[in-house]
């Protein structure tokens, strides 16, 4: 990408994507202070003299991301000011494309009317699914012993997007969620164990294993069969996150064995054991 973007200064399709794998790569406190100065630079150019909106607006989504890793690095001059006035500058969701294929089209137009439907429903749930784990679970993930209304909190919550999965992807073929649905069952697991209910930590480590197996030996395309989705595929080869780890089975592995915060006592259950066994 730096050979391509060196032979192709004028390209801004390369341009934007050259600043996203600088951004990417920019994985700790060093590497994020030593890309600043060539990913500020390129998201300058970019919006002085590109006039494609889309790559602008990316440009912007990525130096947001920038902005934030800068923020946590100490004596950094960047500041969630400066965050907040750039994001005051991007588009609401009632603007964004997916949101209007929902409806510009005809009346009659029932097949692209539904397509547009389809789309945004699958880019509505996993933002959905974003924003109540952030709610409850992200702003208190430091926290070594959360107390027991904060722990119900996150079960209810969790309980209420299961619902969410569970009333769109009957068939439990998810789309772009496949991810996210199979964190919130391993979030859920660990929560009901802290809360001292075992039973249900089995039950849904259990199912966030099986999802996990599913998942890492799904075939590249398999047809959808329910309300919103039927007759439609999905093609797990397009699915972003296919490429972020070789498998599914082996990241669940490693957090119910070393990342969830559950007790010794119940590690070594067989119910436990069985569930790490489902995932070899």
């Known amino acids: 990408m730096k050979d391509a973007y060196k032979k192709y200064p004028a390209d ?34 970019i919006q002085n003299y590109c006039t494609d909106d889309v790559i602008r607006i ?33 588009p609401t969701i009632k603007e964004s494309k997916d949101y ?5 089209h005809d009346f009659e137009d029932k097949d692209n009317i539904r397509s547009g439907c389809r ?28 107390s027991i209304e904060e722990l119900q909190e996150m079960v209810e ?11 769109f992807y009957p068939d439990e073929v998810f789309g772009e969620s496949w991810r996210r649905v199979i964190y919130t069952y ?23 294993a099986e999802l996990s197996k599913r998942f890492d030996t799904l075939p590249d395309e398999i047809e959808r069969h329910n309300l919103f989705f039927e007759g439609t595929v999905y ?18 592995t490693n957090y119910m064995l070393h990342n969830y915060p559950l007790s010794d006592a119940f590690k070594a259950k067989p119910e436990f054991q069985e569930i790490i066994n489902i995932m070899k």
């Open 12 to 45: 801004f399709r390369i341009s934007v994507r050259y600043m996203q794998y600088l951004q990417a790569i920019s994985d700790s406190p060093e590497k994020t202070m030593e890309y600043t100065g060539e990913i500020t630079a390129i998201y300058n150019r």
């Open 58 to 90: 990316h440009a912007k989504y990525l130096i947001l991301h920038h902005y934030r890793s800068l923020e946590q690095i100490e004596k950094c001059p960047i500041c969630y000011e400066d965050i907040y006035q750039l994001l005051d500058t991007m």
């Open 100 to 104: 209007l294929l929902c409806y510009m």
């Open 119 to 146: 789309n945004l429903i699958d880019k509505l749930i996993p933002c959905l699914d974003d924003a109540v784990k952030h709610f409850v679970i992200f702003p208190s993930r430091d926290k070594t012993n959360p």
């Open 157 to 167: 919550s969790l309980e209420k997007m299961k619902a969410v999965y569970q009333l």
């Open 186 to 208: 391993g979030y859920l697991g660990q929560a009901y164990q802290r809360l001292g209910d075992d039973e249900k930590a089995v039950l849904n480590l259990r199912k966030c």
């Open 235 to 252: 093609k797990k080869s397009n699915d972003a996150s296919v490429f972020s780890d070789t498998s599914v089975c082996a990241q669940m």
